[in-house]
């Protein structure tokens, strides 16, 4: 069973960096899909990065540039290394993994979309104050 377990998250002010950690448990091999969400209060969960099995990345757009996604499989963990932070991007940020991920060799982001199909963590709460 996979089980992804978030840390890193805390209060900074705009401008400021933190790098997220997702350390993910269950898969016996190291090329996998996976990839972080946040949902601020009111709003819908959306994707913020992927990270197939080949090592590609994607980004929503509006993140592009300030996040980073990254992973170390020596540990298991999955980053989300996060610079110049917005008050906008106050929210809960979640690590997920589609269960199919045979699948997901097809396209991570668009596997990692249908969210009643991944297995997620329980999040680490993200405040940026201005």
């Known amino acids: 069973q996979v089980q992804l377990l978030e840390s890193g998250g805390g209060s900074v002010r705009a401008g400021g960096s933190l790098r997220l950690s997702c350390v993910i448990s269950g898969y016996t091999y190291s090329g996998y899909c996976v990839g972080w969400f946040r949902q601020a209060p009111g709003k819908e969960r959306e994707a913020v990065a992927a990270i197939g099995s080949d090592g590609g990345t994607s980004y929503t757009q509006s993140m592009k540039g300030r996040f980073t996604i990254s992973r170390d499989n020596a540990v298991n963990t999955l980053y989300l290394q996060m610079n110049d932070l917005k008050p906008e991007d106050t929210a809960m940020y979640y690590c997920?993994?589609?269960?199919?991920?045979?699948?997901?060799?097809?396209?991570?982001?668009?596997?990692?979309?249908?969210?009643?199909?991944?297995?997620w963590g329980q999040g680490t709460q993200v405040t940026v104050s201005s």
């Open positions: 997920a993994a589609p269960r199919d991920q045979v699948a997901a060799n097809s396209g991570c982001a668009r596997a990692l979309a249908l969210y009643e199909d991944n297995d």
